[in-house]
């Protein structure tokens, strides 16, 4: 063998070792790697434009498109910005269509007017209450002169809150989770297991609605905490999937109080309060009537709108039904009063980057390197309203989710947040593993080409912020398709309306779009499917 040739082999499997070996740990850092710039890949990344990216974020964050939320005016504009710019690329639009967009069906809902009365002191939702539109159907009166205490609401062979009890059209007040003996044995389970009537509230609420309850109030133990973790969804319409204005609901009207809401219609009653309750922690069940001027208006709107899914297609040559999808929500937060939230950086960066990917595998085809493999460029909406567009593509797919190979999602690729004021060239890696060890592989030895930093922080299984689960690639993995996130991380101007173009670091996003396009080539082209591990 040439002696060249063998130190060639040799080089190459050390690279190959190196990249693979680091598998385990936390933060990976690239290194240059000897690259031809005769090489196809080479050559076509080299195109990437910085002042394409400049020119269509400028565009998709200014304030004409009022923030994208999804169902606006604005988000449909951005629609047909993306749209055409496939056409003027030369994409193919979605098969078996004319057009790049896939339209989704989508109910708004909002209160109008909701106040509590009791006793003739006023309580305010969010601030003593949590009642959500999509969950409650229209009611501008629910009046009554007595609250019927019903120990946990819970209808069950083992137990049983409503037997011999007359709640039809009366409001009821209930406990959360479900009798539990001095031991720690659950009176329905029998042992210290919890039965779903704890972990499923809508089974109360449906067995609420199956007896007639006008009204079910639930106490909740800790507020503050459930009021945090929901206010993101009052600051705006709620959007659900489909067309639901006119599906009636399976579960009662109700809403979570504060302590003091359940003071106040306690009122002289409590000692009846709490011999009922010694009663229901010996497994007999108790109700209490408790004589209240209970006035509430739960008032709402409900509209259907229109929304898009955004998808480009290249189709690949010789593994043409192998599907890579290539992600990015497009849409964002609208405007709050005369505020207007660009989102320049969530997800106007992704956004971008994906319109700049599509070109540079369309300037392949054009250059007779059409990818083995093919590969559909989706922008979806909905995701600030819950991944929605997403779930909407993997509950209505294009391509058959079984021969999807694996989703590439990019979303918030543009700043840098405080972990990384030294390092800046980094990007945040996640779920690349959960499903197949080889993606990640796939990724960190693409990764020798570009040189950033692969920070694995927000990999973790622990990690208290959960973004594994917080973005659009979620919906693909939760049907067993392999996927990874690119992510750089929050900071100071998240969700606010100071994420503008401005702040954006043009020429780190080009070379972290590097390391997406590298990644992506590599899947589209290698000769083999990645394996699954079939592990969530």
Known sequence: MNSKVLILIIGCFIVHIIGYGQYFSGVIKGKDGVVNGSDSDVQIASMYSVENLKNHLSILASDSLEGRETGQKGLQLAGDFISKYLSKLGLQPIPQTNSYLQPIAFTYSKWVDTDLYINGKRFKLMWDYLAFPEQNENAPLIKTDVV????????????????????????????????????????????????SWSSDITKKLKVAKENGVKLVLIITKDFKKLTEENRKKFLSPFLQLGNLKDKPLETANYAYISSDIAKEIFGAQEAKILKARKKIAKGKPANVILPNNFIMNMSKEVKTMEGNNVMGFIEGKSKKDEIIIVSAHYDHLGKKGDEIFNG????????????????????AVNRAERPERSIAFVWVAGEEKGLLGSKYYVNNPVFPLDKTMVNVNIDMVGRIDDAHLTDT??????????????????????????????????NSEEDPNKYYYRSDHYNF?????????????????????????????????RQRGELFFYTIWNLANQPNSITRDDKM
Do not use: C, W
């Open 425 to 458: 060239s980094y990007i945040y890696v996640i779920g690349s593993d959960r499903l197949s060890k080889e993606l990640d592989k796939v990724v960190r030895y693409t990764n020798y080409k570009v040189g950033l930093t692969l920070d694995y922080k927000y």
């Open 148 to 195: 019927t205490f019903l120990g946990y609401g819970i209808s069950d062979r083992n137990y049983n809150d409503y037997k011999k009890v007359k709640v039809k059209d009366k409001v009821i007040i209930i406990n959360e989770g479900e009798p539990i003996a001095e031991d720690g044995r659950s009176f329905i389970t029998k042992d210290t297991s919890l039965s």
């Open 344 to 363: 320049a950086d969530d997800n106007g960066s992704g956004t971008v980057t994906l319109m700049e990917l599509a070109r540079l595998f369309q300037t």
């Open 477 to 509: 993995a939760e049907r067993g398709i392999p996927s990874v996130f690119f992510f750089s991380g929050v900071h100071q101007d998240y969700h606010m309306p100071g994420d503008d173009v401005e702040k954006i670091h043009f020429n780190l996003m």
